[in-house]
């Protein structure tokens, strides 16, 4: 079985440009998650989605970031315009139903100059 | 007070030894709780659940402790293998808020 799947692997951009990360979770689970993971933290929630509806992005820095998930299944994360703080790892994770087991992706790691 | 908080170490042990981490959380409600194991530069997975009346899964045992809010993580014969960071993950009262620690590096020393 495929795992979840995300791109770019690594990206790195100067400040006030915009970048996109794409996600395509393992096929079957109606719950999608995007996670900012900084450096010597852990992972932080930006949004969830059940199917293509959004259950939570009350962590979500709505000015500049935006994630859609439009048809159900694969999901785009977007920063515009990117400040130097938002260098992290941006993980998404997927899970069948909402509950158990997270699986994550590899991740997409950002770097902001 | 953060929801969910660990001791963010590192600790440092030799192999073989028995190390045990904690990890409080501030929501008597949450429903689920879980270890998750993340390798440098890796994406974290699952390494055990906590259930009520605690688990072993080979060296590793997981204990949950309701009246304190906190759950643990207890390696017995650890081993080079084992060095990583461990993330506590405590499920909310809604099944919807995940709230993960942030995270104890262990490291084994030959």
């Known amino acids: 079985e495929a795992g979840v799947a995300q791109s770019p692997r690594y990206k790195i951009i100067e400040k006030r440009q915009s970048v996109a990360f794409w996600c395509n979770p393992i096929?079957?689970?109606?719950?999608l998650y995007w996670y900012q993971q900084i450096l010597g933290q852990g992972p932080k929630l930006l949004i969830q989605f059940q199917n293509n509806g959004v259950v939570d992005d009350s962590q979500l820095p709505k000015d500049r970031f935006s994630a859609e998930r439009l048809k159900g299944v694969d999901s785009t994360l977007k920063i515009q315009p990117a400040k130097l703080e938002d260098s992290a790892v941006y993980l998404c994770?997927?899970?069948?139903?909402?509950?158990?087991?997270?699986?994550f992706g590899e991740g997409s790691r950002l770097t902001v100059l | 007070r953060k929801e969910v908080e660990q001791d963010p170490g590192p600790f440092n042990v030799p192999e073989g030894a028995t190390v045990a981490f904690n990890c409080t959380y501030s929501?008597?409600?949450?429903?689920?709780f879980f270890w998750y194991r993340q390798d440098c530069r890796k994406e974290p997975k699952l390494l055990m659940s906590v259930y009520s009346s605690g688990n072993e899964d080979g060296r590793f045992t997981a204990q949950l402790n309701r009246a304190s809010q906190y759950i643990s993580l207890l390696i017995r014969d650890s081993k080079l293998s084992d060095s990583a960071t461990y993330l506590c993950?405590?499920?909310?009262?809604?099944?919807?808020?995940?709230?993960f620690g942030s995270g104890t590096r262990l490291s084994i020393r030959p």
């Open positions: 993950v405590v499920w909310g009262s809604s099944a919807s808020k995940i709230i």
């Open positions: 929501n008597s409600a949450s429903q689920s």
């Open positions: 994770a997927s899970t069948p139903q909402g509950t158990g087991e997270l699986f």
């Open positions: 096929s079957g689970h109606a719950t």
